[in-house]
């Protein structure tokens, strides 16, 4: 079964920190996606960014990076110099890259972050 | 090219009612997935469509759930006698046949029953 943990329910900061956010998957198989994904007050989902599982290599978008380790089996996703407008629900999900599921998502319980002026 | 649309963006029924639920794929995506997001969690896998074939409904609630998607128009996701339960909002995606890992996430539709 597939499972993804994300282990802060809630994070707080105050404008310009740095704040890091875990992943941490569970999965069988050696193929898989992993996405993270914002969603703000509004409620719809902004996909981030997407990473195969054969591609460690580590991202950085502007503000935002991610880094990948599959010895542990962890995505985390860092904020640099955070603003209020990084206020927002952040999702870690796992996706299926074969059989009969694949592209199913499976979600983590998300990561509450508030950035305060 | 208009992204995945879904309508109603709110909806809002007495227990015991039906609830339909649109989804209308990116263009070219024969692939749509639904997901619920009840209050306070992450998303959950229902339902996973190609054009008239149910792929894989394990995520479904064996009753009063059901899912379609027809060779023309939307995907429908169909709750039957709905309970205060089943409030939640109701995430559509869909994907290129050639990418699945590909997913584009609709705006969702906000379903509140009374």
């Known amino acids: 079964a597939q499972k993804v943990t994300q282990a802060q329910t809630e994070i707080s900061v105050v404008e310009k920190e740095d704040v890091t956010l875990d992943c941490v998957y569970e999965?069988?198989?050696?193929?898989?996606?992993l996405f993270w994904y914002k969603q703000p007050p509004s409620g719809e989902l902004v996909f981030l960014i997407r990473?195969?599982?054969?591609?460690?290599q580590n991202e950085i978008s502007g503000r935002y990076s991610w880094n990948f380790q599959k010895s542990t089996s962890s995505f985390n996703f860092t904020i640099t110099a955070s603003q209020v407008v990084d206020s927002a629900v952040y999702f870690c999900?796992?996706?299926?890259?074969?059989?009969?599921?694949?592209?199913?998502?499976?979600f983590g319980q998300g990561t509450i972050l508030t950035v305060h002026p | 090219n208009a992204g995945v649309m879904q309508n109603p963006r709110h909806l809002v029924r007495r227990r015991g009612q039906e609830a339909r639920l649109r989804c209308s794929p990116m263009k070219g995506h024969s692939h749509v997935y639904w997901y619920r997001q009840l209050p306070e969690e992450g998303l959950k896998f229902m339902v996973y469509l190609q054009k008239e074939n149910i792929i894989d409904e394990s995520g479904m609630p064996k009753e009063r759930f059901s899912a379609e998607f027809p060779k023309e128009g939307p995907s429908i996701l169909r709750i039957q006698q709905v309970v205060r339960g089943d409030s939640a909002a109701y995430f559509c995606?869909?994907?290129?046949?050639?990418?699945?890992?590909?997913?584009?996430f609709g705006p969702g539709t906000r379903l509140t029953v009374t």
């Open positions: 990473r195969n599982s054969f591609d460690e």
């Open positions: 999900a796992l996706g299926n890259a074969g059989g009969t599921s694949y592209g199913k998502l499976t």
């Open positions: 999965t069988r198989d050696t193929t898989y996606y």
């Open positions: 995606a869909s994907s290129p046949p050639a990418t699945l890992s590909e997913q584009y």
